[in-house]
Every structure is written in C-alpha cells, then in structure tokens.
C-alpha cells in the first residue's frame, strides 16, 4: 500500500516510537501508554490496538534467541549455574523491556498504514431467508 507523502516508513516510525503519519510527535505517553493524539499532526491514536501482539513477538524471538544462545554457551563452556542464571535472567527481562516499545510501535505504524481494524459484520437485511430459487432438497 502506498504510503502518504512525507510519511516515514513504518518500520523507521516504530523503531523511533514516532507517530506514523508525520514521524515527529510522540507514540506514547509513558513506557508503553499510546498518547491520545500526535502533538506534532493531531494524528489521534485511537485507531492503535496491537492488543498483546507485541508481547507475543518479543518474548518469542527474545526467547528463543536467548535461550539457543544459553544453550550453545551452556554446553560449550559448561559454566556454573549460578553464573548461567547471572546472565539469562537478566538477558531475557533486559531482552524484552529493550525491544518491547519500539516493536508495539512498529505493529501500530503497521496497523496505520494498512488500515486495520477490528472486523464488522454488515447485515444484508435478509437473514434466515434463503436466496431466490435455492432448493436444496431438489423438490
Ligand atoms: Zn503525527
């Protein structure tokens, strides 16, 4: 989908936590809270519900690029494992806190540009009614 005029990409928008649309004003209002609107375009963020997408993605590949990384180093050098929980822990929560915000960001631009929403059923009027000439049982 071609993107407006001026408008950074979504993945430069998310990495910079930026509004989508301008780029300039502020995604959120706190660590991870979306701000009601950009002070910069008067973009109001009400369209922007990632839901729990970004905790999922983060502590996926936070995850599993931690853990195989714990394993290779677990086997290799077999260290104590006072000294493994020393530095997982830590890599795993520093992990997710660090790449948390700007991936929620990332998914919002995505939800931006693409227009995404919550789906709508549109009723046609004619429900429980069957269409003109069905007959399923052939009589
Ligand atoms: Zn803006």
């Given at each position: 989908m071609a993107r407006d005029i001026g408008s950074p990409s979504s993945l430069s928008a998310g990495l910079r936590c930026r509004c989508p649309r301008c780029g300039e004003g502020h995604l959120f209002q706190g660590f991870l809270k979306i701000a009601d609107a950009c002070e910069a375009?008067?973009?109001?963020?009400?369209?922007?519900?990632?839901?729990?997408?970004?905790?999922?993605?983060?502590?996926?590949?936070?995850?599993?690029?931690?853990?195989a990384i714990w394993a290779i180093w677990a086997v290799a050098a077999q260290p104590p494992i006072w000294a493994q929980f020393l530095v997982v822990v830590p890599a795993l929560v520093g992990g997710c806190l660090a790449t948390l915000r700007p991936v929620k960001a990332w998914l919002v631009a995505e939800q931006y540009v693409h227009k995404a929403e919550e789906g709508r059923w549109a009723s046609t009027g004619a429900h429980g009614k069957a269409p003109e000439g069905y007959n399923p049982r052939g009589w």
């Open positions: 375009c008067g973009l109001k963020f009400d369209f922007a519900d990632p839901a729990d997408g970004p905790a999922f993605f983060v502590m996926s590949g936070v995850g599993i690029l931690v853990v």
